[in-house]
């Protein structure tokens, strides 16, 4: 059962994205979607991250972001650059996580990769580091450090565990909401009635939605205000 929603299918998929971008055929991946913007990286170009009650969630800034940072994959290829293969599974963000000193590190999950991945396989290219303080800050992106210097915290990292389960998907939740970098493993099951679930047809995947969570505040003393609110900088 595909995440959170009946309607994740390639056709939807294919035609909501169609109008932002292009369609290719990879003999290796099928067919896969490509978003021609110079410098665009997924999860980190015009978005942000919110702390929900489901984990870390990618709140995107496009108007097509309502499907590719919340299914399938992303890869990156010397000639296409990043590509979106399509997949059926629902996550806040299909991406891994890591620490080193007071940064946050996050990097897409490529094709086939399962989120046990040890990170040293994934390559540095791949990875944004932002400071724990600006992790929630919109447009992100402006905030991470500089690629040339991605090695340094690279080699530091350590990987946050902190696993989500939806059913019979099981995803990286991201940094623990009290801050502290325990590595503990969380299960965290979907107890939405189907007719509650968000439709890819009838618009509920709203840009900059939190996706089913409630969006939660940093700072954990924040943690118990009014259901249904995204707490966010400005």
């Known amino acids: 059962q595909p995440g959170f929603s009946d309607d994740a299918s390639f056709s939807n998929f294919y035609n909501e994205l169609s109008p932002y971008g292009r369609w290719v055929g990879l003999p290796r991946y099928g067919r896969v979607w490509i978003y021609d913007e110079p410098?665009?990286?997924?999860?980190?170009?015009?978005?942000?991250?919110?702390n929900t009650d489901l984990g870390w969630s990618w709140a995107s800034g496009y108007e097509w972001g309502t499907i590719p940072f919340h299914y399938g994959r992303w890869e990156?290829?010397?000639?296409?650059?990043?590509?979106?293969i399509p997949g059926y599974d629902y996550a806040p963000a299909w991406v891994v996580w890591s620490q080193a000193d007071d940064y946050y590190?996050?990097?897409?999950?490529?094709?086939?990769l399962d989120i046990n991945i040890s990170l040293g396989r994934i390559p540095s290219n791949r990875w944004m580091y932002a400071s724990a303080g600006n992790i929630l800050r919109p447009r992100i992106d402006r905030y991470c450090i500089p690629h040339e210097r991605n090695r340094f915290y690279y080699g530091r990292q350590q990987a946050v565990v902190n696993i989500y389960t939806q059913g019979n998907v099981r995803y990286m939740g991201g940094p623990h909401r009290n801050g502290r970098f325990d590595n503990r493993n969380r299960s965290y099951e979907n107890n939405h009635h189907p007719a509650q679930r968000p439709s890819l047809r009838n618009g509920q995947y709203g840009n900059n939605s939190t996706y089913n969570g409630r969006a939660r505040n940093a700072n954990p003393e924040n943690n118990?205000?009014?259901?249904?609110?995204?707490?966010?900088?400005?």
């Open 224 to 234: 118990d205000r009014t259901p249904g609110t995204s707490y966010r900088y400005d």
């Open 39 to 50: 410098g665009f990286r997924p999860y980190s170009t015009n978005g942000q991250w919110e």
């Open 76 to 84: 990156l290829d010397p000639y296409y650059g990043w590509f979106w």
């Open 105 to 112: 590190g996050w990097a897409p999950l490529g094709f086939g």
